[in-house]
């Protein structure tokens, strides 16, 4: 079934000469006949023309930016036609939020500025939703009747589609706004040059900053250990994963039982001579990961080794083998995802005092993994990890996709992540706007993603829903979350947990709160109204059942360590 965020992919990705249009028409024919839920023109450009992760980050970017600019245009006629908004007022705010390629609705701006009644704003909103998805029934009709041949031409005339060409101003206004928006714009510039030329000429430039030494705050980046190669035999050749299958002894731990296998390593259940604890050992053997995935294992492995706090796991020991294998330890842990307590909720979200403990132990692991100077990017309730046991303690995990706070963006890009497949890596529910729009991303960007596993704790529901992968990134560039209300009417919310979560789930990173610290705060200074409001729920709920005491990992331990397991082979849990 063809979207119309299909069609608009077929066109960028002909625009910018990633596809031919044949190929593009030829999959959207194929998508056109597949059923609901099929692969969609991305994934599929993706087998046909061998589209790079860059590209389909750019493709999806630039989708969801053109959905956002056609939405606005369509909430801009209506607001033209019942608000009695002056023109120049809107033109200037327009201006504005065109000088930052779109990182807030119009609706938004003119709400803040007290020109509009959210009431009335939401109203216009929905208007412009139902227009819209009329439009792109037309849209995927005219399409049909054509053959899909319009792909062929350009989403903007004479560009190579640049985030600031995505303008409503020159796409979708008639010429009179666009002379207002212009107007704004030239005294903008006006303004600007006159600030440059009364500052005094011979003011001495800003040095420029010294370029630092590799690694956080002048430190050098944490080396892998480099253990002393054994003697290899002279007949033997590259390892393979039957080889790996077979190991007793990787580095200084000998190897109890293999606990879970996948295309690139191995998950075994280790123990060091002379230590009494397990441990878990992942490998990675080099000859069968990509430059990518070892990159980001080496990556992962020296940035968690940065961070010592009870809610972040420990890396024990890492290295690398003369047979190319390299390996990560860490603790032995019996326990499950927060993923799995919420869906064990039956979609009712999580009692608020166990709400409580979780949250705390993330943000506070997460502030740990802040201090210095990490920012996770992955955040999800996947990469919670609750141990078993009635004391419900939290391990943060997975900071495979984890960057230092201010380095330059490496060659991957520094905002969601896809597959060899378009797919995008992870969950597309969770990620921040920056991460979408590869803006530069900080400590803010996790709270993003913490706030959406919070309001997702407290009410079993997302903040934003879609049913599609492409949907998930329009949604989180432009559209404003729900509300606690919203999602559970039934219920009662504290007004200052509503305003916790609309800060955390801001669109852009000077709105939400600077730290995890300042979340926390306001989540335990919410959380005795919370108690008190929904105690008359609680009182008639059914028992919690108790947690499991966890298991002694052992030999042929390793069905207690299953969460671990799949965890640490990134397979669902």
């Known amino acids: 079934m063809v979207r119309t965020d299909d069609v608009m992919a077929g066109k960028v990705t002909v625009q910018l000469g990633l596809c031919t249009a044949d190929a593009a028409r030829a999959a959207l024919r194929e998508l056109d006949a597949a059923p609901e839920g099929a692969p969609d023109l991305v994934n599929r450009l993706t087998a046909r023309c061998g589209l790079s992760t860059q590209a389909i980050e750019t493709i999806r970017h630039r989708v969801a930016l053109y959905a956002h600019v056609r939405l606005e245009a369509i909430y801009l006629r209506l607001l033209e036609r019942e608000a009695s908004i002056g023109r120049e007022a809107v033109a200037e705010l327009l201006a504005r939020l065109e000088a930052t390629a779109h990182r807030r609705r119009l609706g938004d701006a003119l709400v803040r500025a007290g020109r509009l009644q959210q009431e009335a704003d939401r109203a216009l909103l929905e208007k412009a939703k139902a227009a819209m998805v009329s439009e792109d029934a037309r849209i995927i009709a005219r399409y049909r009747d054509e053959d899909w041949a319009g792909v062929q ?4 005339k004479g560009s190579r589609l640049d985030p600031h060409d995505f303008r409503i101003s020159t796409l979708f206004r008639s010429k009179e706004t666009r002379a207002l928006v212009d107007k704004v714009d030239l005294e903008a510039l ?3 040059a006159l600030a ?16 630092r030494a590799a690694g956080a705050g002048g430190h050098a980046p944490l080396p892998l250990p480099t253990p002393v190669p054994a003697p290899a035999a002279a007949d033997a050749g590259p390892m393979t994963m039957a080889d790996v299958k077979t190991m007793r002894r990787i580095g200084d731990y000998d190897v109890v ?19 009494a604890e397990y441990s878990a050992i992942k490998v990675m053997l080099g000859s069968a990961a990509g430059e990518t995935e070892l990159g ?16 972040v796991i420990s890396v024990l020991d890492a290295g690398e083998t003369p047979g190319g294998l390299i390996y990560m330890v860490v603790p032995a842990l019996a326990g499950k995802e927060l993923r799995n307590l919420i869906d064990q909720a039956g979609g009712e979200g999580l009692p608020p005092h166990v709400v409580d403990r979780v949250f705390e132990q993330i943000c506070a692991g997460l502030g740990a993994a802040h201090d210095q100077r990490i920012i996770h990017r992955d955040l999800k ?10 004391e419900r303690v939290v391990r943060l995990m997975d900071f495979g996709l984890a960057k230092l706070e201010d380095d330059a963006p490496d060659q991957e890009g520094q905002g ?4 060899g497949g378009g797919e995008v890596v992870g969950s597309p529910m969770y990620i921040a706007p920056e991460s979408v729009s590869n803006d ?13 596993m919070l309001f997702e704790m407290l009410t079993g529901k997302l903040p934003l829903e879609s049913e599609t992968t492409q949907g998930f990134l329009g949604q989180h560039l432009i559209c404003p979350p729900a509300t606690l209300a919203e999602a559970r009417p039934e219920r009662t919310w504290p007004p200052e947990l509503e305003d916790l979560l609309a800060r955390m789930l801001a669109k852009t990173r000077e709105e939400r709160p600077a730290t995890c610290a300042e979340a926390l705060a306001a989540w335990k200074a919410a959380l005795p109204a919370l108690l008190a409001a929904q105690g008359a729920r609680l009182a008639t709920a059914p028992p919690e059942p108790p947690p499991a005491a966890p298991p002694a990992p052992g030999p042929q331990g390793g069905r207690g360590l299953k969460g671990l397991i799949h965890k640490l082979l990134g397979r669902p849990g």
């Open 153 to 156: 031409k350009p989403l903007i």
């Open 190 to 192: 006006r303004r600007e």
């Open 196 to 211: 440059r030329s009364e500052r005094r000429p011979d003011a001495a430039a800003p040095p420029e900053a010294a370029p």
């Open 257 to 275: 039982e293999v606990l879970g296998v996948g295309g690139m390593g191995a998950v075994f259940l280790g123990q060091k001579e002379g230590v």
């Open 296 to 311: 980001r294992f080496k990556r992962e492995i020296e940035l968690m080794r940065r961070v010592h706090h009870p809610n």
């Open 381 to 390: 309730p996947e990469n919670a990890f609750v141990l078993a046991g009635a």
């Open 416 to 419: 969601f992540r896809t597959m």
């Open 440 to 452: 530069p991303v900080d400590r803010r960007t996790d709270i993003y993603s913490l706030g959406v």
